[in-house]
Structures are given as structure tokens and as C-alpha cells.
């Protein structure tokens, strides 16, 4: 990518800017394409903190992970919900939570999401196991133990995505499967695909039939029909009561709401799922290692892995999976690359390390963009390579990186950071050691031969997990146990 730019200073202690980045549709997905190698040439050049104009925001980056702590600390000065106002309701299609007209809403979205933690994460755990297990029933553990062809993302995406539904939005009244589940997921993909421009703020209507698309997709959670639905997650029920609350909500935005958790709840899920799962396939050695960890949680339990007989795992059995846990934030680490933004709220010095402080004006964006500190050699060596025990250390978890010597508060951060950490990490994790085990105990897997190492397709750079470029044909069977 070719940038031509000016640099010159403004204020005493602002930081260098990098001007003339001139914004025009698609200008974000630039970006996305360059984003790492565009910020780290800024960096080799520039410094550890500069700030670039795009599309008319001030946006200054802090490279260095060593400085993320006195970015995260500052919550009030530097807010995250502003930004996240500006862009979701645009996005999910409900009015702004922050306008004025819903008072308190905010801090009740907010307090709702403890729900998804803590000792609320068992019940969900446990209904996601019995939800995994019933999908994986009715469209995987059936017939003989002969040899089947499936594609990963395929198989990730229809599983996760229905267990992740039902757990959280629960059944339907009169069945154990919602209809038209596979016409809102192929829905979803296609909303999700416009999810980058949609962010980048182009309006909806430019982008053909995303609107009508997104219709559907909210028409789903319309309250009517969500009233008849059983076994609804804790979680949801809460949002459903929240958003009851305000008169001035019609029906379709309380469903866009809804909408928009479901988007928070596999939009990364599925594909970090992904990711875990190509990973350990295409390292029999993480495999095998992770494979026996798995039976031997199980054994210490007493389970058999009958076909027929639901298997349970315990908060502290899915604890104890150091290996699998491993291999999954090492998949993360390598996948993930959301950005973390704050908006500014009033002028003011953010002070940084010793005696060094930078400018900040009202209405600047800070943004940390924790793929360059995942991929940075001076903290992780071989940071492009897949090293399944890369966070274990004399048997627990390793949790000592460092950088320049000094020890680092932040490592990994494919979860966001500080108060705006992601509220579903817990859980997200979870449902990703459960699938994974489950798929480990039942099948034997094998990729096919001669195809392509999957690549991240970097155009939802700074949005989240990246999905993969193009995806990969496995062939599986039932293990013989
Ligand atoms: C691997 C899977 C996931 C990843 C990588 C992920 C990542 C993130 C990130 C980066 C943020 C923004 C945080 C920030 O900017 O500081 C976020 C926010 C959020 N996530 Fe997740 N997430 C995942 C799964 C989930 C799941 C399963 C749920 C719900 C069940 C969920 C619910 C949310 C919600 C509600 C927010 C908004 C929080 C707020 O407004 O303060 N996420 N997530």
C-alpha cells in the first residue's frame, strides 16, 4: 500500500501526526488488509505513539504493550462505550443506548452481564454440554464408524452456532430445534460479511441486500416469538426485562438488541473454534497430547464415552484442561486482532511511563491494536509459529512474559482489555474446550491431503478473530471405544 502523508506536530506533547490519510469508502478495509504491517512501519518510524487522521478522527496509537496499562487505567478520561454507541446501533439497527432517551439502560446492559459469569457460568456450561451433545447427536453421531468427509469451518459453524443459540435464547416451545435454523445462519454469514463496512459506517443501504438481510435476521427475536421459547438462558431473560422497561423501544429494536448478542456470541466464537480446531489438527503432537489430557479428566471422573450416554464435565474438570487451554489461547494468539478503542473525554495529559505524558484532545480515539503486541519476536519468539504449550510452565499456567525486561500486565488480549473486557471470555472458552473434547472423544480426524495451510483473511483486521481464507476437508469416523 502506497500512503503518502505529512508530518508535522501540533500541540507541545502531542504526539507525531500522521496526516493526509484522505478517507473514502473502503478506506477501512485498506487498512484491515495492511493494518500490522501499517502500524508497524508508522512505529519503526515514528516512535511508539503516534496518531493517524482516518476518516476525520484523531486516532492515536499506543504500540508499545508496556504502555498499555496507563491507557487501560484511565476509564473515565478514556471511555470505550462512546465509540461503541456511535457504531452498534448503525450497525445491529437499534437507536443509540447513550441518547438520552433511556436513561439508565446503559448501566443496566452492563450489570446484565455478570450473567455470564462466575457461578452463572455453570448453568450455562452445563446447558451448552447438553445442547453440544444433542447437536452433535442428531447430525454427527449417527450411522456406522465409517469414514465421512466434512469441511472444519462447516462443521464449527453448524454445531456452535446452534448449541450457542439454544444455550442462550433457549427452545422452542413444541421442539428441540428451532426452524429455520440453517437459513439464519446462512443469513448470518452474509450479514457477517458486510460487518467490516457496516462498522466503517457505510450506510446500510449502499450495500444491497444487507438490510433486508438484517430484517430477517431481526425479525427472529421478535418478542412474540421469543415469549414462546423455554429454557432461556439467565442472561437473556435479564436483557429481555431490561429493554421491557422502556416504553419508547418498539418491538423490532428490542429484536436488535437481541440480534446484537447473538452476533457477540459467535461472531468470534465460531471462528476462533475454528482456529483452535485447525491448529490441533494440523499438529498431531498437540493432538495426541491434548487427546490423552482429555481421557485422563474423564477417567479420574468415572464417565465412559458411550455414544448414547450424555457426558458431563465439571467447571473444575474443564479447569483442569491446561493442555487444551493452552492450544486454545495459542490459537488465539495467532488469529485474533481486534482493536481496543477509548474515546477522550475532555482535553487532558494521559501520563504514560516516568516523566513522559502525550496531549489528548476532547473527542481523540486511543486505540491499542494487541495483534502487533501478539506477533512482537521481542515478547513471544517464533511468534508465527503454533506452539500448543506455549502458556504452560512447570505444569500450571504460564503467565510471565516479558518485554524489554520488563514484565508485561498485559500479554494477550484477543478479549479487549480493562472494563470493556469481553463479559462472554469465560464462557466463550468454555465452549470451546467442551466442543473440542467432545469431537477429540468421539472421532477420529484427519486432514485431507494436498490442500492449502489456511490463511487469515485480514479484512475484518481490528474487529475481532480473523477467519480463515479459505476452509479445509477433513475426513472423520465414530472411534471405536
Ligand atoms: C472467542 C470468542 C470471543 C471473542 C474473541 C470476543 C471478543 C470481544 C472483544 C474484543 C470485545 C470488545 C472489548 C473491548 O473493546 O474492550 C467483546 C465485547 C463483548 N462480548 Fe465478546 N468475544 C467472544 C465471545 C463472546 C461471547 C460468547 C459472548 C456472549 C455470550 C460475548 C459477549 C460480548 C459482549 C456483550 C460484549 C460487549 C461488552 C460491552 O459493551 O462492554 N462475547 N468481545
Redesign the pocket.
Known amino acids: 500500500m502506497h500512503i503518502s502523508y505529512v508530518l508535522y506536530y501540533r500541540r507541545d506533547g502531542e504526539p507525531p501526526l500522521i496526516n493526509g490519510w484522505i478517507p473514502f469508502l473502503g478506506k477501512a478495509l485498506e487498512f484491515g488488509k495492511n493494518a500490522h504491517r501499517f502500524l508497524a512501519a508508522h512505529k519503526e518510524k515514528h516512535g511508539d505513539v503516534f496518531t493517524v487522521l482516518i476518516a476525520g478522527k484523531y486516532m492515536t496509537f499506543i504500540m508499545n504493550p508496556l504502555l498499555y496499562p496507563y491507557v487501560i487505567k484511565h476509564k473515565k478520561q478514556l471511555d470505550?462505550?462512546e465509540f461503541?454507541d456511535q457504531v452498534?446501533p448503525l450497525t445491529f439497527g437499534y437507536p443509540p443506548v447513550g441518547s438520552g432517551k433511556f436513561p439508565g439502560m446503559s448501566e443496566h446492559?452492563?450489570r446484565s452481564?455478570h450473567l455470564?459469569q462466575g457461578d452463572n457460568l455453570n448453568n450455562l456450561t452445563a446447558s451448552l454440554m447438553g445442547n453440544l451433545m444433542f447437536v452433535f447427536r442428531q447430525d454427527y453421531l449417527t450411522g456406522e464408524s465409517e469414514w465421512r468427509t466434512e469441511s472444519v469451518y462447516q462443521l464449527c459453524n453448524s454445531i456452535m452456532f446452534e448449541a450457542?443459540f439454544l444455550t442462550?435464547f433457549g427452545k422452542p416451545a413444541h421442539s428441540s430445534r428451532h426452524s429455520g435454523m440453517v437459513t439464519l445462519r446462512e443469513d448470518f454469514v452474509k450479514f457477517d460479511t458486510m460487518f467490516p463496512l457496516l462498522i466503517a459506517r457505510i450506510p446500510i443501504s449502499l450495500l444491497g441486500g444487507t438490510k433486508a438481510t438484517r430484517d430477517k435476521l431481526i425479525n427472529y427475536f421478535h418478542p412474540q416469538r421469543m415469549s414462546g421459547w423455554s429454557n432461556t438462558s439467565g442472561?437473556i431473560k435479564e436483557r429481555a426485562a431490561v429493554l421491557e422497561q422502556y416504553d419508547s423501544l418498539g418491538d423490532v429494536d428490542k429484536a436488535a438488541h437481541h440480534f446484537?448478542?447473538l452476533w457477540?456470541?459467535?461472531?468470534?466464537?465460531v471462528?476462533?473454534?475454528f482456529w483452535a480446531m485447525y491448529y490441533l489438527l494440523t499438529h498431531p503432537e498437540a493432538l495426541a497430547v491434548v487427546r490423552e489430557e482429555i481421557h485422563g479428566v474423564l477417567q479420574v471422573s468415572g464417565i465412559e464415552t458411550h455414544h448414547n450416554r450424555d457426558l458431563t464435565f465439571t467447571r473444575e474438570e474443564l479447569d483442569s484442561l491446561l493442555n487444551l487451554e493452552s492450544s486454545i489461547n495459542e490459537s488465539?494468539r495467532l488469529s485474533?486482532a481486534?482493536?481496543?478503542?477509548r474515546m477522550a473525554q475532555e482535553d487532558f495529559s494521559l501520563r504514560l511511563e516516568g516523566e513522559r505524558s502525550i496531549g489528548v484532545r476532547k473527542g481523540d480515539l486511543i486505540s491499542l491494536y494487541p495483534q502487533s503486541m501478539h506477533m512482537d519476536p521481542g515478547i513471544y519468539e517464533n511468534p508465527e509459529i503454533y506452539k500448543f504449550d506455549r502458556y504452560i510452565e512447570n505444569g500450571k499456567e504460564k503467565t510471565d512474559f516479558y518485554k524489554d525486561g520488563q514484565k508485561l500486565k498485559y500479554y494477550r488480549?484477543?478479549?479487549?482489555?480493562?472494563?470493556?473486557?469481553?463479559?462472554?471470555?469465560h464462557?466463550?472458552?468454555n465452549?470451546?474446550k467442551q466442543f473440542l473434547s467432545l469431537l477429540l472423544l468421539y472421532f477420529d480426524m484427519e486432514v485431507l491431503e494436498g490442500q492449502k495451510p489456511c490463511t487469515l483473511d485480514p479484512s475484518r483486521a481490528g474487529l475481532?478473530?480473523l477467519l480463515p481464507t479459505s476452509d479445509v476437508q477433513i475426513r472423520y469416523r465414530l472411534r471405536r471405544s
Request: proline share 4%; hydrophobic share 45%.
Open positions: 470505550f462505550h461503541s452498534a446492559i452492563q452481564f455470564l450457542t442462550l442472561f446484537a448478542i457477540a456470541s459467535v461472531g468470534n466464537t471462528p476462533a473454534t488465539l485474533s481486534s482493536m481496543n478503542i488480549m484477543s478479549f479487549g482489555s480493562g472494563s470493556t473486557k469481553c463479559p462472554g471470555r464462557f466463550a472458552v465452549e470451546i475481532g478473530i
